[in-house]
């Protein structure tokens, strides 16, 4: 099995990006897809994902938004995925959902219950989609730079147990010796014949890493089973944008991904949109953490945009992946969306297994 030391950013120049272009500032292009057929390329189902979505500490207001997210792109987005015929058959949202940061579990409970209600408000939530959460660092540490606390990930668990769909990941302990329980934070489950794994990047004591031999046991087991499909969520990415960190164990998790046939991990954290595929392996890694946070400064100007990413699984195999993007409001981030920025196709990929 190869290995890749961390960090990987020697690694990124070499990334195989967007089209044909091989600087990480080329001006996305779509990739065409042919045009589906009947026989062949059937859509089998759709899930759509996106993270990074809160305000800035400068910006909180808790009496007139105590949920701490950008509410109005926030909304916009769920408008536009409940607009979607069919709607996806998921919605994985992938930390940095509230401001969070902070010692006081109760303070990041109430963010989260307000952001819930947000959600409960919008028609998304009444169209079948199933929404899944994830936590990010701002949800799980005590403040930038700080560890994740155990009271954290129970507020956490309390708060998203509607959005958590699954419990076998790992407890604490064992091989990949976890301080606390991950089994709700971390774990897997299967769709039409696909395995997603959920993980949560930032578990107490082992901040920025995954754990490693649950991963390979499980993705190995799905794979026996005959999964056809495998795409693997979490708010940091193994492998960030320039400029942007991310899993200190991503190059080992990357490994596993390739050994297993993974499409893909989905991942936030860094502010913007971005995808690479490293020289010589399979998975893609799709950077969607352009939810609504102010965006990286080290962005070019065509990664300045907000919205989603919408990957389609057909019949035949394929997966495609489509990244949506809305221009910044005139007056600021957390300005009203108009149709003076409206919502169009940025980037796609055919992530499919070759």
Known sequence: MRFFAYPLLGLLAALSLVGCHSSPDATPQPTPFPTPTAARDTLAYSFAVLGCNRVDNSDVNLATNPSTANVPQLNQTYAELAALKPVPDYLFFMGDMVLGYSPDSAVISRELRAWVRLYQAAPLSRTGIRLVAMPGNHEVMSGKNQPSFGAAEQAWRAAMKPYTVGSNGP??????????????????????????????????????????????????????????????????????????????????????????????????????????????????????????????????????????????????????AYSYGRDLPANGYLGAVTAATPTTLRDSVDMTWK
């Open 171 to 320: 407890t604490a302990g064992g091989p990949d010796k976890l301080a606390t329980d991950q089994s709700r934070l971390t774990y897997s489950f299967d769709y039409k014949k696909s395995h997603f794994v959920v993980l949560n990047t930032d578990p107490v004591g082992a901040e920025a890493t995954v754990p490693l031999a649950w991963l390979q046991a499980d993705l190995a087991a799905a794979r026996a089973k005959g999964s056809q499909h495998i795409f693997a969520f979490g708010h940091k990415p193994a492998l960030p944008a320039p400029g942007g960190d991310g899993l200190s164990n991503g190059g080992s998790m990357w490994d596993v991904l390739e050994a297993n046939h993974a499409e893909a991990m989905l991942a936030a954290h860094n502010h913007l949109y971005f995808r690479s595929q490293l020289p010589s392996y399979h998975p893609w890694q799709i950077v969607a953490g352009n939810g609504g946070s102010v965006l990286d400064a080290s962005a070019s100007p065509n990664k300045l945009f907000y919205g989603y990413t919408l990957v389609k699984v057909f019949t035949s195999g394929k997966v495609n």
